[in-house]
């Protein structure tokens, strides 16, 4: 899986370590191959994830809302996933 991370401090949070980990590991169980970019604003992170085949968007997506649910993390869904192709997605600051 390959990360692209943008406008990251030069020190983070444990539990952003904590959280950016868990995530990566949640994707790279389901598609290994795909590429996640993350851009830090000021009071966000922006994801975009781009599968490696488009059969892997559903369980993407159920994987990353299932995670989110179980730490209770408020998640901004683009709606436009199936005609983009990737998975965008928003959350306020950890």
Not at 33 to 62: G, H, V
């Amino acid at each position: 899986m390959e990360i692209r991370k943008k406008f990251f401090p030069e020190v983070m949070l444990e539990n952003e370590k904590a959280y950016f980990a868990h995530l990566e590991g949640v994707i790279s169980s389901v598609d290994e191959f795909s590429s996640l970019q993350i851009t830090r604003t000021n009071n966000a992170y922006l994801f975009r994830l781009a599968p490696s085949m488009p059969r892997y968007n559903d369980m993407l997506l159920e994987e990353i809302l299932r995670l989110h649910n179980m730490f209770r993390i408020k998640l901004e869904i683009s709606k436009s996933i199936k005609s983009t192709g990737t998975i965008a997605f928003k959350i306020e600051d950890l």
